[in-house]
């Protein structure tokens, strides 16, 4: 799930630059830097929920572990604390291994990177002059069809992430037409 480059072609073509297209391209970098930092918070979030969960599983199957080797008394209330701290070692790693933490924040840690080469590419676009930049129509049918592969395989970003970074960002969500 790599990008590559995004070339940009020599040679006039059948557009040119105008302030429409600077328009869009600048849209584009709002909404590809928006969804980068989005899936760099989710990953984050993710590594967080990872050791939340993965400490204290490893931590009380530790303390379980240890218990055992004192010996315990059938009616005894220590038998009762580790009984309980095992099933809560148990649940929690069964929760570990459900939810995929660490799995889910290496996913989303490598779409932040797709989208984060997207946006160097707009960026290295906006920031040549415009004779040197080649045809508008075909870096922006390069950009969207990157835009669109990274959207496709990246993991799904929560409504408050993608919420707080457009806004951040100043993306203009599109408006249904009545």
């Not at 309980?84 to 660490?102: E, K, P």
């Not at 960026?123 to 045809?135: F, K, Q, T």
């Not at 390069?142 to 992430?161: C, F, I, T, W, Y």
């Amino acid at each position: 799930m790599g990008a590559e480059p995004l070339t940009q072609p020599s040679g006039a073509g059948t557009s040119v630059w105008n302030d429409q297209v600077e328009a869009l391209l600048d849209d584009w970098h709002h909404r590809v830097y928006a969804a980068q930092m989005a899936h760099y918070a989710s990953a984050d979030l993710f590594r967080t929920l990872n050791y939340i969960v993965g400490v204290p599983a490893v931590v009380f199957s530790s303390v379980v572990g240890t218990a055992l080797f004192v010996g315990l008394d059938k009616d005894s209330p220590r038998t009762l604390i580790v009984a309980s701290t095992s099933i809560l070692a148990a649940v929690l790693a069964g929760l570990q291994t459900f939810l995929r933490f660490a799995e889910r924040a290496s996913n989303h840690a490598t779409a932040g990177d797709w989208y984060s080469a997207i946006r160097r590419d707009i960026e290295e676009a906006l920031h040549l002059s415009v004779a040197d930049r080649g045809a508008p129509k075909e870096f922006l049918d390069g950009v969207r069809k990157e835009m669109n592969r990274a959207a496709q395989d990246s993991p799904e970003l929560s409504a408050r992430h993608w919420r707080r970074e457009a806004k951040r960002f100043r993306v203009r969500e599109p408006h249904p037409r009545p």
